[in-house]
């Protein structure tokens, strides 16, 4: 017993797959521009926690800044306190 003719039970199908795999992709990308914007905010943090470092402790005047602030402030032996 058909409802629908052939070709729009295709079309349904196709709509219903391509709104399955919406819902599971842009949850995904959400959360992965978040993550990004998460890294953002820590090694700003970071860096402005090596900054209060060095005008603490004047020898440590010529730290070498890398990509990762938080790479530099954990080789310095200081770490940043992140709850996780």
Same mark, same amino acid.
């Given at each position: 017993?058909?409802?629908?003719?052939?070709?729009?039970?295709?079309?349904?199908?196709?709509? /219903?797959?391509?709104?399955?795999?919406?819902?599971?992709?842009?949850?995904?990308?959400? /959360?992965? /521009? @978040?993550? @990004?914007?998460?890294?953002?905010? @820590?090694?700003?943090?970071?860096?402005?926690?090596?900054?209060?470092?060095?005008?603490?402790?004047?020898?440590?005047?010529?730290?070498?800044?890398?990509?990762?602030?938080?790479?530099?402030?954990?080789?310095? /032996?200081?770490?940043?306190?992140?709850?996780?």
């Amino acid at each position: 017993m058909r409802i629908f003719r052939p070709e729009i039970e295709i079309a349904l199908k196709a709509v /219903g797959v391509l709104t399955l795999l919406s819902l599971i992709v842009i949850p995904v990308a959400w /959360g992965y /521009g @978040q993550r @990004q914007k998460a890294r953002t905010w @820590q090694n700003l943090a970071c860096a402005y926690r090596i900054k209060e470092v060095e005008r603490r402790t004047p020898i440590l005047s010529r730290i070498e800044p890398g990509r990762d602030a938080c790479v530099t402030l954990e080789r310095l /032996g200081f770490a940043l306190d992140v709850p996780r």
